[in-house]
């Protein structure tokens, strides 16, 4: 089971926090990854990251703005993003991807959890 929150309302410029709690499962077996769709948009990739060794990939869209992380212990992982933009505006989702191969597309992962929307605007 996944469950995604800290969505919310913010200010262009701002900061989030998102978390993905998942259960059921063992961590280091598994990809991470967060998606998003906005509104007519077709679904898109933003970040992913594989066991505690792997290294995370990131859309060229948030390279710089967003920051993917794990916490095994808590079988959570965060995506904190700064900097915000409007066109950041979207549904964010989380998945899991059996194995180590990190990749930002959506078909390629087998289990997704709810999402949780992201606004900003001023």
């Known amino acids: 089971q996944l469950q995604a929150s800290g969505g919310g309302l913010v200010h262009p410029g701002g900061s989030l926090r998102l978390s993905c709690a998942g259960s059921g499962f063992s961590p280091d077996d598994y990809v991470i990854g967060w998606f998003r769709q906005a509104p007519g948009k077709e679904r898109e990739g933003v970040s992913c990251?594989?066991?505690?060794?792997?290294?995370?990939e990131y859309a060229d869209s948030v390279k710089g703005r967003f920051t993917i992380s794990r916490d095994n212990a808590k079988n959570t992982v965060y995506l904190q993003m700064n900097s915000l933009k409007p066109e950041d505006t979207a549904v964010y989702s989380c998945?899991?991807?059996?194995?180590?191969?990190?990749?930002?597309?959506?078909?390629?992962?087998?289990?997704w959890g709810q999402g949780t929307l992201v606004t900003v605007s001023s």
């Open positions: 990251i594989s066991n505690s060794f792997g290294r995370p």
């Open positions: 998945a899991t991807r059996r194995g180590s191969i990190a990749t930002l597309q959506a078909p390629d992962y087998d289990f």
